[in-house]
């Protein structure tokens, strides 16, 4: 007997590579949404810090347009918030 | 003092006289008479029969070959019964008039006028049960040969009567008879409860073999017309030798109200079979809506039809998408027989309580909703219906059944306003919900969020079985519950379908990449775009996908970790996480010469794929192999056995599954090519997927905790059982796994459910 595979459709889930789970900021998933969203993935995305904490791009732009300029720190960890590009 | 008791004495000895004189000369021979002619007829003709059938069927005779024969008999009778009367009644006649000519004599101080209706009264009573039933006998037959004549021409005038007379001996001796008996004021004595009688028999008649069967004609006219010409027509001939016929009047009105109530009952006997085939039905609920309104059946109908409802549908033998059918019908029937919406809260209560306690109900009721390929398409365009009017169109309602709700909503129909009817239960609100049979159905547990959820895991099953890309339907269904339920509950909904979209353009994608990028090392699985395809979950949106945790064969394994790869590559700090039980996979087997293809998960192709190497296995050892329990194994391998593709050598007893031993089929004739068992067993997998299953050495253990947990709690609701299970036996175990042990119990006989509470059954 002879078994040769023709084809496939697979079933798989997204995740985020990410060092947590959930967003420090809305307390919600990585792989889901943040509040304001509502799909995840592309519409909602993550963003990494230079302090390597990450969050929703979207809470942690509130976060940071909601103080002033000099006072703009990783709610984690509070070192200065820098986006961390790759 | 003398004077005094002699007149005391005058009457008691006149009755004495007049009475002995009655019993001995007329009333005696008149019954013995009467008597030989039931006995004549018993012998000739078979009188028991003739009645008997009477009441069996309505009207035509076909026991008597000859319909000649029948009325030369019929008239027979009535001469014979003329002539007896002519006999007995004319002596009767001089008696009376005796008794009278006395009264007239006799001094004013004593009045004999009520011995006459003693002595009529005595008549009546000397008679015995077979006279009265000759009597009844010779009415039916007259009419019902009265009924044949009058088909063509109306009697109403005492000249049509004559004429009818005339022409029909049977008529002649009929009225003839009557005569004499309205001449002896003998007429309601004796005949009045048999015309009566007679009558309402014929009109009951009349409604049970016309309409009895038929509900889709409305039958109120047509009765009301039979009722006029020959009915009406029927007791004027009776009466048409009588000058006074003003009572006709109030015998018509007693009448109609009879034959309304006839109806009435005759449809509530069969209000569920109307019930059930509503839209054809119409006219038959229309009529009995008028009935309804002249005649005092309300609770009555519900009560007929909350029990045949009960017997009928409320049973575990039926189905429950057809309890949701039956109750969406009775909903319309009942919200056009009754607009309030009263008579249908009061008859749907029990049918309500009941489908809350079906498990499936919701599944059902949102399957149906969202499914038009069967033959549910009824709640399906309920559902646009009710979205239209929802946007304002209210054309596309009913008028009929809707427009009081409708227009009560809108404030504008005060002045037709109708107080509640006075059944009507004392928390029921007025309001238009009633008539959205939608709200109905979603209504039966009080809460959207249930249907929301069940349509979401419904729709999960329905993408991931699927495997298709083309989601217009699911797109269009999902837009129409976003109207019905708000967006905000569905947008889980809405992001598994955007996953679906996005796996589509994710895949094109990462094909073209495949394509360009070293090719030629892939398997020529990849190259080819239309073998290979995946779809990307987002995780957090989708009802909780079942895991099993398998090793694929490297060939599935490289390919999905290429796959992986490049959609690492396209979106920067995302991977992915496969499924491997869910999914499909498009297999040939060659088998000498033979080839087969198959599709079916990875799991089984994992399973076949191993007796490639070994053609015999032991379940135990192949369940290692492939690091899978056994149990679930079995399940695997017991399709490629239904496939023939594998065979069970050793006879291990039932229980002992790890040591049964598989071998593989080398004889492809012996190969099962029935299609349609290919088709069962993948539906089961299907069910098997997504709901919870727990395995067999757990099912002991956790039963072992909840027994003893029952044993000393009484009776525990399905929520604490699963609390004290994660409590004390694994703290990863679902409510949903839970559930399935309870009900596999539950089935058994082991543990009772009554009212949301489990408990031992002893």
């Known amino acids: 007997m002879k078994v040769t595979i023709k084809g496939y459709t697979g079933v798989a889930v997204w995740k985020w590579v990410a060092n947590d789970d959930t967003c420090g900021i809305c307390r919600m998933p990585f792989d889901s949404c943040c509040n304001d969203c509502k799909y995840p993935g592309d519409d909602c995305p993550l963003v990494w810090g230079q302090c390597s904490h990450c969050f929703h791009m979207h809470c942690i732009m509130k976060w940071v347009n909601g103080h002033q300029k000099s006072n703009q720190s990783c709610p984690m960890c509070r070192q200065a918030w820098k986006i961390k590009e790759k | 003092m003398e004077s005094a008791n002699l007149l005391r004495l005058i009457p ?64 027979e009778i009535s001469t014979r019964l003329y002539h007896i ?83 029909h001996g049977l008529i002649d001796n009929f009225l003839n008879i009557i005569n004499i008996l309205f001449d002896l004021g003998l007429f309601d004595h004796l005949c009045g409860d048999v015309v009566v009688g007679v009558v309402e028999h014929k009109i009951k008649l009349h409604i049970e073999s016309t309409s009895m069967e038929n509900y889709e004609e409305s039958f109120i006219d047509s009765f009301k017309d039979w009722l006029d010409r020959i009915i009406i027509g029927w007791i004027r001939l009776i009466y048409s030798c009588q000058s006074n016929l003003e ?93 309030t919406g009263v008579m249908m809260e009061n008859v749907c209560e029990p049918l309500k309580k009941y489908l809350r306690n079906r498990d499936d109900t919701v599944k059902c009721i949102v399957s149906n909703l969202t499914d038009d390929s069967e033959s549910s398409n009824d709640l399906m365009e309920e559902f646009c219906k009710d979205l239209y009017s929802y946007e304002g169109n ?95 509950n569905l947008f889980a909904c809405e992001a598994m379908l955007k996953d679906i979209s996005e ?18 090392k892939m398997s020529d699985l990849v190259v080819n775009a239309s073998n290979l395809k995946c779809l990307i979950l987002s995780e957090q949106f989708w009802p909780k996908l079942k895991e099993e945790k398998i090793d694929l064969p490297s060939e599935l394994e490289q390919v999905q970790a290429r796959f992986m790869k490049s959609y690492e590559a396209f979106k920067g700090n995302r991977t992915l996480v496969w499924k491997n039980s869910l999914g499909l996979v498009k297999i040939e087997v060659e088998i000498g010469r033979q080839i087969f293809e198959f599709e079916v998960s ?11 190497q070994k053609e015999t296995w032991v379940v135990s050892e192949l369940a290692q192999e492939l690091k899978m329990c056994s149990f679930v194994l079995k399940k695997k391998i017991l399709f490629w056995k239904a496939q023939g593709l594998l065979k069970q050598v050793s006879n291990a007893s039932q229980d002992d599954v790890p040591n049964e031993v598989y071998t593989l089929v080398k004889d492809s004739s012996k190969l099962n090519k029935n299609k ?87």
């Open chain 2, 12 to 75: 008691t000895f006149l009755l004495n006289n007049f009475k002995d004189d009655l019993n001995d000369r007329i009333l005696l021979s008149l019954t013995s008479d009467l008597d030989v002619l039931i006995e004549s007829i018993d012998t000739n003709n078979s009188f028991k029969v003739l009645t008997l059938n009477e009441s069996n069927q309505c009207g035509n005779d076909s026991t008597l070959s000859n319909e000649h024969d029948h009325d030369q008999f019929l008239v």
């Open chain 2, 85 to 167: 009367f002519i006999k007995y009644f004319t002596e009767l006649k001089k008696h009376f008039n005796r008794i009278e000519k006395f009264n007239s004599k006799c001094a004013q101080s004593i009045n004999l006028s009520d011995l006459v209706s003693y002595q009529r009264s005595i008549l009546t009573e000397k008679l015995h049960h077979p006279h009265y039933e000759l009597l009844v006998f010779l009415f039916k037959k007259v009419f019902d040969y009265y009924q044949t004549i009058s088909q063509d021409f109306q009697h109403q005038t005492i000249a049509d009567f004559a004429n009818l007379r005339l022409n």
């Open chain 2, 247 to 339: 009572h006709l009047g109030d015998y018509k009105k007693q009448l109609m109200h009879f034959m309304y109530t006839n109806y009435a009952q005759c449809r509530i006997k069969r209000l569920f079979e109307i019930v059930i085939d509503f839209p054809d039905s119409k006219n038959a609920v229309q009529d009995l809506r008028q009935c309804l309104v002249k005649t005092n059946l309300r609770s009555h109908l519900v009560r007929s039809l909350r029990l045949s409802i009960e017997e009928r549908l409320l049973h575990p033998g039926v189905n429950t998408s057809d309890i949701i059918t039956a109750y969406v019908s009775a909903i319309k029937a009942l919200m056009f027989l009754d607009p």
């Open chain 2, 394 to 488: 209210m054309d596309v309602i009913d008028s009929n059944t809707a427009d009081c709700a409708v227009l009560g909503s809108k404030n504008k129909c005060w002045r037709v306003w109708q107080p509640e009817p006075v059944d009507s239960p004392p928390d029921s609100t007025p309001d238009s919900s009633k008539a959205n049979i939608i709200s109905m159905l979603v209504n039966i547990y009080g809460s959207k969020d249930m249907f929301v959820n069940e349509y979401k895991s419904l729709l999960g099953d329905r993408l991931l079985s699927s495997y298709s890309f083309n989601m217009e339907k699911e797109i269009r269904n999902l837009e129409l519950l976003k109207l019905k339920f708000g967006e905000q």
């Open chain 2, 503 to 520: 796996s589509k353009r994710i895949n094109a994608n990462i094909l073209e990449q495949l394509k360009q990028h070293g090719v030629s």
């Open chain 2, 602 to 612: 990875p799991i089984h192709v994992a399973v076949i794929m191993q007796f490639q």
């Open chain 2, 676 to 762: 349609n068992l290919v088709e069962i067993e993948e539906e089961q997998e299907k069910t098997q997927k997504v709901s919870d299953v727990l395995k067999e050495n757990e099912i002991n253990l956790y039963w072992n905790f909840t027994q003893s947990m029952l044993r000393s709690g009484g009776c525990l609701p399905l929520e604490r059982i699963h609390a004290w299970l994660k409590l004390y036996a694994n703290p990863d175990l679902t409510i949903e796994q839970v559930k399935f042990l309870v009900d596999l119990k539950t089935k058994d006989q082991l543990l009772k459910y009554n009212a949301g509470l489990y408990r031992l059954n002893k």
